[in-house]
């Protein structure tokens, strides 16, 4: 009993290992990029990943969000997807300080991403 158990476990884990890596969807670059230190507000927030995101008609199932320093949502617009960029337009002219954006974005094969990244207004 004991011993099938742990037969099934290592198959198991033989198949999940074999599971492309490559699906899941990680932030390759972005605008602003991570840890800039901007002078100038930025007019829009757009996210570039490794993989084709999902998209469901009416459904925003990828969301962008941005924080200021003390945590207080920043007013953005709709996000838009095409392919593998997420852009959102900023509603508003930032001042100065540390900013977050937080992402969850939903891949093609369905895992999902959710993380966050940082820049500064000087
Ligand atoms: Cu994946």
Redesign the pocket.
């Known amino acids: 009993m004991g011993i099938k158990v742990s037969i099934a476990t290592i198959i198991l884990l033989l198949i999940s290992s074999f599971?492309?890596?490559?699906?899941?969807?990680v932030l390759v670059s972005s605008n602003p990029a991570n840890g800039a230190i901007l002078s100038q507000s930025p007019t829009s927030l757009v996210l570039n990943f490794s993989?084709t995101l999902a998209q469901i008609k009416n459904k925003d199932i990828n969301k962008v969000s941005l924080l200021d320093a003390t945590k207080k949502i920043i007013k953005l617009g709709k996000v838009s997807v095409s392919n593998s960029v997420v852009k959102v337009i900023i509603a508003q002219t930032l001042a100065k300080g540390k900013y977050q954006i937080h992402f969850h974005v939903v891949?093609d094969?369905?895992?999902i991403t959710d993380n966050f990244i940082s820049f500064s207004m000087k």
């Open positions: 599971v492309p890596v490559q699906a899941h969807s993989e891949a094969d369905g895992h």
